[in-house]
């Protein structure tokens, strides 16, 4: 039975440069890149060399921890590069794209018979594991341990986000056959959220459908999980974002690992923004450029505003990202800006701020602060955009200090770095509260296990 969700706590960030519907096909990238940073607390270990030739779903390297754990090419080509930093740490590996790709064949899977166990194997040799996140620790799920539960967004309520039910249209099929194999290794349900009756995940089976409404962070997963199953110590659950079902559900189906991605280009300083159809690991400037910018001086980003990373136009689209934000550089400052009234920001609070009067008005921001770091001052503001069961101020100082027996006690197991996204964005100390609840999890992982 499912149970809809509406929550009140919470904050939509209107922003322009909105990701209009129309979806261009993006120029083959000439070269494409993973980046073992994309994959939280693995240390990778290469089964290629440099100037080894590579098919698209071949596996190039694995976890050093688990070596069952495996991470494929992209793409079709020649690894030409193995970058290294300090303590020659691996950081990049780029790939020389073919023209064409040529797929390695792993095989299809008949869903209606494929033991549990067949299956998980089948998804660990194949690449796809990388995408089945776990919490506690928000890192890649241990194949050992069994989700009592899984959980999957299908509504994007973060600002500039791409809209799933237009991004997922069409692909019915793959998203079915990834959830009934997902339904085969829980003895629990498999949760999905979505935001209206068009989604395309209305109409699958061996899900468990839910309504949600309410700002964001709505559409988080972590705001899913807490109002349905938290997380308790000894529990595991496991969680994937909605495009990443696509690509498990054509390997399932085909035997290949297709790591085609619609992302979003969206952001003020897009001339058009829009969707473009490219690929894990390609590079941003062959949909950013084609687009335009209206200003140089910006800032491009890997991910939503609130949790994505600082990337070059240059550089190459993420492992998990769906959305590429080019906003403003906000390197300017306002001469007393704290003691006069504004018009053309995003505050909850009412003090000297409009924006509470106009919902519907988009506002155009740039990355500036708006202030400098500082000690915690207690507002009772965190509150206010933060829906979880949860006491925000108390866990982040839990972490601060590294208090693990309150950290346990207050919720850590059941949250990730995103939940306190709009915690960090209306913190008048300017305090890194995703770093900190990172570094949290992090230390939790380490001691605990």
């Keep these: 039975m499912s149970k809809d969700i509406k929550i009140r706590k919470g904050l939509n960030i209107n922003l322009k440069g909105e990701a209009e519907k129309t979806l261009s096909k993006a120029p083959r990238s000439r070269t494409f890149a993973i980046r073992p940073s994309d994959f939280h607390l693995v240390t990778p270990k290469m089964v290629v060399k440099e100037g080894t030739k590579v098919q698209a779903g071949q596996v190039v390297f694995y976890s050093k921890t688990n070596e069952d754990i495996k991470f494929v090419s992209p793409v079709s080509g020649t690894l030409t590069e193995i970058e290294r930093g300090p303590k020659r740490v691996i950081t990049k590996l780029t790939f020389e794209a073919d023209q064409q790709d040529s797929y390695l064949d792993h095989g299809s899977i008949n869903l209606s018979s494929v033991k549990p166990e067949d299956l998980k194997s089948h998804l660990l040799a194949s690449g796809c594991w990388p995408f089945v996140k776990q919490r506690p620790y928000d890192v890649i799920a241990d194949p050992v341990a069994a989700p009592k539960a899984i959980f999957i967004s299908g509504y994007a309520t973060a600002p500039l986000a791409a809209d799933l039910d237009f991004t997922l249209t069409g692909k019915e099929a793959e998203l079915q056959a990834a959830v009934t194999a997902f339904s085969k290794l829980t003895e629990g349900q498999v949760h999905v959220g979505i935001g209206s009756s068009n989604s395309p995940f209305a109409g699958l089976k061996d899900i468990s459908i839910h309504h949600l409404k309410g700002p964001h962070p709505a559409g988080n997963v972590g705001t899913l999980i807490n109002k349905l199953s938290p997380v308790n110590k000894g529990e595991v659950v496991w969680t994937i974002a909605a495009q990443d079902l696509v690509i498990i559900g054509e390997l399932l189906l085909t035997g290949k690992f297709n790591a085609e991605r619609i992302i979003a280009l969206a952001g003020s300083s897009v001339k058009t923004p829009k969707y473009y159809k490219t690929m894990i690991g390609a590079e941003v400037s062959t949909f950013v450029y084609d687009s335009g910018l209206n200003e140089e001086h910006s ?109 346990e006690a207050l919720g850590m197991y059941e949250v990730a770095p995103e939940d306190f996204s709009l915690t960090e964005f209306i913190c008048v100390s300017k305090q890194p509260h995703q770093q900190i609840i990172r570094e949290g999890l992090d230390l939790m992982y380490k001691e605990i296990g």
């Design 299 to 407: 800032r491009v980003i890997s991910g939503d505003v609130l949790t994505g990373a600082t990337i070059s136009p240059k550089s190459h689209l993420g492992f998990y990202s769906n959305v590429v934000s080019i906003i403003p550089e906000g390197d300017d400052y306002e001469f007393f800006g704290w003691n006069k009234p504004i018009f053309n920001k995003i505050s909850p609070s009412r003090a000297l701020t409009f924006s509470w009067m106009l919902p519907n008005k988009k506002f155009d921001l740039n990355t500036n602060t708006n202030g400098e770091h500082r000690a915690f001052v207690v507002t009772g503001n965190y509150e206010q955009v933060f829906p979880l069961d949860i006491y925000p101020l108390q866990i982040l100082k839990a972490c601060m200090v590294k208090d693990l027996d309150a950290m």
